[in-house]
């Protein structure tokens, strides 16, 4: 037959990733010649952060040593042994396993496509980090979202955990700092999801990859650090704490009882092995950036602090508009007061200021409730100028949709 349609697989009909989507409606607004904000896209690399000098010479260096070829399945062994040095510092303990993938992204996939069949669950963070639910529905599988609870600051809602849990879950993934939210897990709460995963064999997913981007002084506790027992698989990479998204490092460390581990620890191998490597010479990155100084955090931390706390205080300012403070990472997720969809919300948004966010409605949230996630890596100025615009425009909005009028 000719000119038939070729129909794509239904395993990719409910792939969406909102923080890309949303860039379509951003790209035609710009077309316009509309001057364009934005705050939507977690790479440092576009703002004023740049990655220490040491880290990309260090790859330019083997570049230029040839070691261009394939690397090992699971990493070169100066990346590997520096991984579990960083394991140690982050006092991680009974560790079977490390492997280097192309970016966290990778290693994700591959640990939650070793572990799920047809059937079974994750409980998944909500709001959380879209690629979760985008491999899930890659795997055909049933979602099982899990609520954080913005009266409690976006910590995790053991309660709702334990509601969600059934005879077919299988693990529970942390975003620890979180993505959207910004949010860090407290240790009551960490205590109590290795509870609960004990009790209903989980493995535990520790997204762990902005674990060196917090502030007000606070000190990162990784899950595992607190459990030697229990399963866990901790993700990191240096796309974030080293600003190099665009080098695809990242890494899976797997800790915990080694008896019940040692087969999905094989199988997850299995797949690191037919997909070859993770890019060779970026690797020799890992060892200058894990060597325990974090020199270039300092300034780092400095100036996500007083973004972070312009965003929160213009954004709070704002009638219709509260934002939970973030303790970490670099977005934060302020709620909408109205009942018109946050998407609705965005999309007038762009195209009336051109000032890019990302709906809500892209990471999960509860039903009913409308949000969007601000990026504030952008420096002061653009923060400034975004913020100013969003507070007119929602005076806008809220008149012509809700029949609010705050004069
Ligand atoms: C929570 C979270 N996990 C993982 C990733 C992907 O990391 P990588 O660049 O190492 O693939 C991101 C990227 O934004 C993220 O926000």
Known sequence: MKNKIIEPAIRTHDIKYAVRDIVVLAKQVAKTGKEMLYLNIGDPNLFDFEPPKKIVEATYNAMLKNYNGYAPSSGIQSAVDAIEKEAERKNIKNIHDIFVTTGASEAIDICLTALINNGENVLTPTPGYPLYTAIQSKLQMMENPYY?????????????????????????????????????????????????????????????????????GKQHISIASLNSDVPVITFGGL?????????????????????????????????????????????????????????????????????????????????????????????????????????????????????????????????????????FLPQEEVLEKAYKSIASFTEKFLERYENVTSK
């Open 239 to 375: 796309s974030k704490n080293y600003m190099v998204p665009g080098f695809r490092i990242g890494w899976g460390i797997v800790s915990g009882n080694e008896v019940i581990l040692k087969d999905y620890i094989e199988a997850i191998n299995k797949l690191l092995r037919a997909r070859l490597s993770a890019n060779h010479p970026e690797q020799y990155a890992i060892p200058m950036a894990l060597d325990g100084k974090d020199e270039h955090l300092k300034e780092v931390l400095a100036k996500l602090t007083r973004r972070r706390d312009m965003t929160v205080e213009m954004l709070n300012n704002v009638p219709g508009i509260s934002c939970v403070k973030p303790e970490g990472a670099f977005y934060a997720f302020p709620k909408l007061h109205m009942q018109t969809p946050d998407s609705q919300f965005v999309a007038e948004l762009i195209s009336e200021t051109g000032v890019v966010v990302v709906p809500g409605s892209g990471f999960g949230q509860v039903a009913g409730t409308n949000h969007f996630r601000v990026v």
């Open 148 to 216: 954080l609870n913005e009266e409690n600051g976006w910590q995790p809602d053991i309660e709702d955990i334990k509601e969600k849990i059934n005879e077919k879950t299988k693990a529970i993934i942390l975003i620890n700092p979180n993505n959207p939210t910004g949010s860090v897990t407290d240790e009551k709460t960490l205590l109590q999801i290795i509870d609960l995963a004990q009790e209903h064999n989980l493995v535990i997913f520790a997204d762990e990859i902005y674990d060196k981007l917090l502030m007000d």
